[in-house]
């Protein structure tokens, strides 16, 4: 996987792996696909890939995604909002209501005001039960423990308040995409099924209203076209130091940015869509007491 990062993303992740080269994928009962040992990048990591991403035009943290029209469908006007794991605050545009963004890596860059560079953890100290919605946009899936970061977002809304949670998927594009470095360690640990959000909000108390499919859109239609682009399409196996593998990679990005370019994003949803949204509430006071 070391290997992989540097050839294919130009990317050192060494001071992220710690050592490890090899990594396992697991499937839980759940529906959850997890890589263990679970490595999560650092800012060294981070700083290095994003601008890779950038010099190639395949990243833009002023992108509005789909599913920030979606949450934001939801969110009253009035709504008191907390973006976590905001980048630079691109939901901004999205939600015109109180809007508050927590991103240690970007805030510096913040494109919109309320962005502070804090975790999670330290806004809790004098932010807990305090606001009315609570969304986390393609978070979950960066950090070792989901289930810890969805308990402090629990925590942030208010009783009755809303939780908005996007991942990316599996089975889906990204998926069938051979040796895909975004979808790894140390980027991606988790890739997430329906039921195991489901499950994941019910651990936490939450009550789960809905979990649909994300559009395609501008952020995200690239992978649209290297899957379907694509030589190899992958099912139960998703690295393998193989030159054919690295061949149908390089394959895929070149044929699919030509398509991006020729047709941007696809006009209909497949069954699959690009993300998962889960739509989550905390229960109201009421419903605690009487639960």
Same mark, same amino acid.
């Given at each position: 996987?070391?290997?992989?990062?540097?050839? $294919?993303?130009?990317?050192?992740?060494?001071?992220?792996? +710690?050592? *490890?080269?090899?990594?396992?994928?697991?499937?839980?009962?759940?529906?959850?696909?997890?890589?263990?040992?679970?490595?999560?990048?650092d800012s060294l990591f981070y700083s290095r890939f994003y601008a890779w991403l950038k010099s190639w035009r395949l990243f833009d943290t002023e992108t509005l995604r789909e599913e920030f029209f979606m949450a934001a469908a939801r969110i009253s006007p009035d709504a008191r909002v907390l973006d976590v794991g905001s980048g630079r605050g691109a939901f901004r545009q999205c939600a015109p209501q109180d809007y508050t963004g927590l991103d240690p890596h970007f805030a510096d860059s913040a494109i919109a005001p309320g962005v502070r560079n804090e975790t999670l953890t330290q806004h809790l100290v004098t932010n807990e039960s305090s606001y009315d919605a609570v969304c986390c946009f393609h978070v979950i899936e960066h950090v070792r423990d989901p289930k810890a970061l969805f $308990?402090?977002?629990?925590?942030?809304?208010?009783?009755? +308040?809303? *939780?908005?949670?996007?991942?990316?998927?599996?089975?889906?594009?990204?998926?069938?995409i051979p040796n895909v470095l975004n979808n790894a360690p140390p980027h991606h640990l988790t890739w997430w099924t329906k039921n195991a959000l489901i499950e994941l909000a019910n651990g936490a108390g939450a009550v789960a209203e809905?979990?649909?499919?994300?559009?395609?859109?501008?952020?995200?239609?690239?992978?649209?076209?290297?899957?379907?682009?694509?030589?190899?399409?992958?099912?139960?196996?998703?690295?393998?130091?193989?030159?054919?593998?690295?061949?149908?990679?390089?394959?895929?990005?070149?044929?699919?940015?030509?398509?991006?370019?020729?047709?941007?994003?696809?006009?209909?949803?497949?069954?699959?869509g690009a993300a998962l949204l889960l739509v989550a509430r905390r229960p109201a006071a009421a419903e605690i007491s009487t639960g």
């Open positions: 996987m070391t290997a992989l990062w540097r050839i $294919g993303g130009k990317t050192d992740v060494r001071s992220s792996f +710690g050592g *490890v080269e090899r990594f396992g994928l697991w499937e839980s009962p759940t529906g959850l696909y997890f890589f263990d040992p679970p490595r999560e990048g $308990g402090e977002i629990m925590r942030a809304v208010k009783p009755g +308040g809303l *939780v908005c949670v996007s991942v990316p998927h599996v089975a889906s594009a990204t998926t069938r809905s979990v649909e499919n994300v559009p395609w859109g501008k952020a995200d239609s690239l992978i649209y076209w290297m899957a379907r682009l694509s030589p190899i399409k992958c099912t139960d196996v998703y690295y393998r130091a193989d030159i054919k593998w690295y061949f149908a990679m390089l394959t895929s990005f070149v044929l699919g940015a030509l398509a991006f370019r020729l047709f941007g994003a696809p006009r209909q949803m497949n069954e699959e």
